[in-house]
């Protein structure tokens, strides 16, 4: 679905011919025919990835952050001398460790969840734990403890993986869409999320993009107190946050497309692909038309619809 909403606003664009990566395996609904899809098998992704990025002027990677995929196809993109949209490598490193944004945006002094490794000393207070892998993405692998006693008896059983371990915080589940450049930041979007906890498993149902209200400012100041404290962030960038009643906290940094931004189109009523574009072509972005976003409503399971 995300892949899809980016293709479509990309088509829209003049001056751009489109060539998207794909595993053989998967299913791609929705592409307009001007694109150029090449498949490719396990074996052969990393040649498909060699001649596609000898092919291109300039590469968006859309992998998740887990295994150090993000990163690495960032790094080829440089290393082949292409433009890269998105975030730098390094950036990408730090935001991929759920660990090391912990301790980066907490020496900001921003109010992030704390995160530890299994072997750290826990907290007594926590009403229940969170187990999630370092370099996870989205709500892959997720699982929700009463204690940290069976929190640490799961990730025992997984000694090759580096599991983290995060205080269960009660609030609203929210994202925000961020419009990254070299000396601006523009919220895009206030989203609130639907989170659901089934046999101790978290799962991600979707998002309502711009449902929230930043009337006083408060989510757009901490949108860029977070980009100040991660440098090289750049593009389209997420931030996980929960509102509590004593404020937001932040939970994790995506430092690449998040499945908001298939919403963001028809909320803004302005191409946001368009807008990257712009930023990345004279260091400003188009502002939207609309006085008052739309509320717009993304289930992964049934698709896009509006209300």
Known sequence: MLLAALLVDLSRLDDLALTVLRPGSAGLRGVPDSVTVVTAGVDDCAAALARCLADADAVWPLAPESDGLLESISRMALQNGKLLIGSSPDAVHLAGSKYLTSQVLRAAGITVVPTYFSADTLPSDAQAWIAKPDDGAGCTDIHLFSSAALAREWIAARPACAVVLQPYVAGRPCSLSLLCGSNEVFLMGCNEQRIAAADHQIHYLGSTVNSISDTDGRLEQLAR???????????????????????????????????CHAGLHDSLGVNPAGMLIDLLRSGRCSEPRRQKNRQVSIDIHDGLSQR
């Open 225 to 259: 107190r977070v980009v100040a404290a991660i440098p090289g962030l750049w593009g389209y960038v997420g931030i996980d946050l929960i509102i509590t009643e004593q404020g937001p906290v932040v939970l994790e940094v995506n430092p690449r497309m998040t499945m």
